[in-house]
């Protein structure tokens, strides 16, 4: 049961040359001493590519134009990641703005994300309860009446188009069957990754959560903290 509560590659392989001169018991001659093992270096962590993906199979991922980048501290990485959470799992930082997917070895896939402002923060454990591409977009009528009284209309429903608010893809996040209508999704802002500005929801610029997309399934474990 999810408890919520409001508040403001895989590994490296390291291979060991064994480059020892084995010896008798008793030799008349200078026996040569071992050589260290040699280990090689490191492979360096390097950003994932941002390449628009050429082979997409809904004519609306290419309509995508324009700077889609999130800013350059937020962008997609492998990184060292230790927890005790299994691989797959989805943990989202929301002080950090980060998003970490978790695989083998310590490693995690790192997206940068824009998180609820003041008032919409939540934390939580939820699960994928359903992945849509170019999702319809309804509003809650808590927001439809809140932008009402400012000014600004909204309309119930939204197709998945440019301009949509879920952006290119949705991760809808269940608390057992129940939808707790937080998303993690796209925007067309990318500008905003990295800071409060969501009504709860969990932003990504769309290059990154069509990457997500592709890597998580329903039923997959998100730790909000």
């Known amino acids: 049961m999810m408890t919520l509560s409001v508040v403001p590659a895989r590994p490296l392989m390291l291979a060991f040359a064994a480059g020892l001169a084995l010896s008798a018991c008793v030799s008349s001659k200078p026996v040569e001493p071992p050589k260290p093992p040699v280990v090689e270096a490191p492979i360096p962590v390097k950003p994932l590519s941002y390449l628009p993906d050429d082979t997409a199979d809904d004519a609306r991922d290419l309509t995508l134009a324009g700077d889609q980048l999130p800013p350059e501290p937020f962008r997609r990485a492998e990184v060292d990641f230790p927890t005790d959470q299994p691989p797959g799992t989805v943990i989202i930082d ?24 003041e008032g919409f923060a939540w934390k939580g454990m939820v699960e994928i309860g359903s992945r849509q591409k170019w999702p ?19 309309p119930d429903m939204m197709e998945g188009q440019i301009g949509n608010p879920l952006g290119a893809r949705a991760l809808y996040l269940y608390d057992g069957t129940k939808d707790t209508l ?20 969990i932003r990504m610029a769309n290059a990154d959560v069509m990457d997500l997309y592709e890597r998580v399934k329903v039923g997959t474990r998100v730790v909000v903290r």
Do not use: Q
């Open 94 to 117: 929301t002080s950090e703005k980060h998003l970490y997917l978790v695989e083998d070895g310590g490693k995690a896939l790192r997206y940068g994300v824009g998180v609820g402002r």
């Open 136 to 154: 319809r977009w309804f509003p809650p009528k808590e927001m439809i009446a809140r932008e009402d009284a400012r000014g600004h209309h909204i």
């Open 182 to 201: 937080f998303r993690i999704h796209g925007t067309f802002e990318p500008k905003s990754i990295g800071t409060n500005a969501s009504s709860g929801c």
